[in-house]
């Protein structure tokens, strides 16, 4: 009886946020698995929650390196790990596509995915406490092969089962208000180390955050095994290097996919360009460890306000969502190019920079997420474990390129590669508006 209670309560929250107020429409999805849709909701919801909030608190960009830095390894080390974890996860793609089509009930390779990223996350609390300079950054940046490699099992396998449980016009929704949850935790955990920064912390204290990121993707894990998934198409599950390379030609012939490869490309500034706002501020501020609250705290609240928003607008146009999410960036970086160069005042101001990453935060939540919406809805069935597995797989080969850029800040100006990669997201906004619609 509370079970039924509780179902009942489920859908009657479903139905609310999602403005049903007469027959739930399932668009996309059968009459079987639409009964279980208020319940599928709330557990990728949970889950999804739980690993943006992992995620955060592993984040390459601000609190790996941080902790990389507290111990000592070099610099050219760190400065791998940011395309290592993106890339590392999208190359083999292709390959792990082609194991996941031959499971019809694919929820169980996005919990083994999460429960190794779990031991990998967890490992690098351990290495920090026990390991030194070059030998623990060797060690780090090994743990992050494996979480990144752990990490594209749950890119296949989570918009396979989004896709099979969630109606098509509650994607882009369903997505808003996981990062809108998400980003109240991370200001959360800002706050508290903007706390905690009034004491001088030692080794313990960055090793316990990130041993705690770890255990929210053992926690995500138990989540998402309670999903109601039906079992689905299992055709193309045959050798996966060979249907790799032959999943590979969906970019010569399918001219809108292509399409949406070299906008996603180009509309890579987002990410790209967040290290070096965080840089910008440590010539100019200094490195004080408050900064690193600071900038969790921006991006957190970019979230916060930004992603229902994005979610909603996805649902009407996910291609426009990319669209104004790509300006943004660009703007914003061409914005910044001209007060680092020009205004000597302004560049010394502490405000500038948690500013700039917060408006970056919400111009890289829109990019994201409209492209992950995007893609969900081009196709049906097993051709969307297709394009979702060879798109990650090139995006990872073009994150290798250009993650040299990094090397490269030694040389030329942090501002003037702001610049650049701010070009490239004009054209990406350029090239998203010419595709079509697929809502």
Not at 154 to 180: E, F, M, N, Q
Request: hydrophobic share 50%; proline share 3%; with cysteine.
């Amino acid at each position: 009886m509370n079970s039924k209670k509780q179902s009942l309560n489920l859908e009657k929250v479903y139905d609310f946020i999602n403005n049903e107020e007469d027959a739930r429409i399932c668009k996309d999805i059968d009459e079987s698995a639409c009964r279980s849709t208020p319940k599928n909701y709330f557990l990728i919801l949970i889950s999804n929650t739980l690993t943006s909030l992992g995620d955060t608190l592993s984040n390459p960009k601000t609190v790996l390196a941080w902790l990389m830095s507290y111990v000592n390894a070099p610099v050219y080390l760190i400065s791998f790990i940011v395309p290592i974890r993106e890339s590392g996860s999208m190359l083999p793609q292709i390959v792990i596509a082609s194991y996941v089509r031959k499971k019809a009930v694919r929820k169980w390779t996005w919990v083994l995915g999460s429960v190794l990223q779990f031991l990998s996350i967890s490992a690098i609390g351990w290495i920090a406490m026990k390991f030194k300079g070059a030998e623990a950054g060797w060690h780090i940046v090994l743990c992050l092969v494996a979480f990144s490699l752990s990490r594209g099992l749950c890119s296949v396998a989570s918009k396979d089962v989004l896709g099979k449980t969630i109606p098509k016009t509650k994607r882009g929704k369903l997505k808003g208000y996981t990062a809108s949850v998400s980003g109240i935790l991370v200001l959360l955990a800002g706050l508290f180390m903007i706390y905690s920064s009034k004491e001088d912390q030692d080794i313990l204290f960055y090793s316990y955050i990130i041993f705690f990121a770890g255990s929210l993707w053992l926690m995500a894990a138990i989540v998402y095994a309670n999903i109601k998934e039906f079992p689905g198409e299992t055709s193309g599950g045959r050798n996966g290097l060979k249907e790799a390379l032959a999943k590979m030609n969906l970019v010569k012939t399918d001219k809108s996919f292509r399409n949406f490869i070299i906008s996603r490309s180009l509309l890579l500034c987002s990410a790209l360009t967040a290290p070096y706002y965080v840089l910008l501020a440590q010539t100019y501020l200094g490195k004080e460890s408050y900064l690193l609250g600071l900038f969790i705290i921006a991006n957190g609240a970019a979230s916060v306000i930004s992603a229902p928003i994005w979610g909603a607008m996805a649902d009407k146009s996910s291609k426009m969502v990319m669209v104004w999410g790509g300006l943004i960036a660009a703007i914003l970086g061409i914005m910044t190019f001209v007060i680092i160069t020009w205004m000597d005042g302004l560049r010394g101001d502490y405000w500038l920079y948690p500013l700039a990453f917060f408006l970056l935060g919400i111009a890289h939540s829109g990019v994201r997420l409209g492209r992950k919406t995007y893609i969900v809805d081009m196709a049906g069935g097993n051709k969307r474990t297709d394009y979702v597995a060879v798109s990650n797989t090139l995006i990872g080969i073009i994150l290798l390129i250009t993650g040299g850029i990094s090397a490269l800040a030694s040389i030329f100006s942090v501002e003037g590669i702001i610049l650049v990669l701010s070009l490239f997201g004009i054209a990406g906004a350029y090239t998203s508006s010419r595709l079509p619609e697929v809502q």
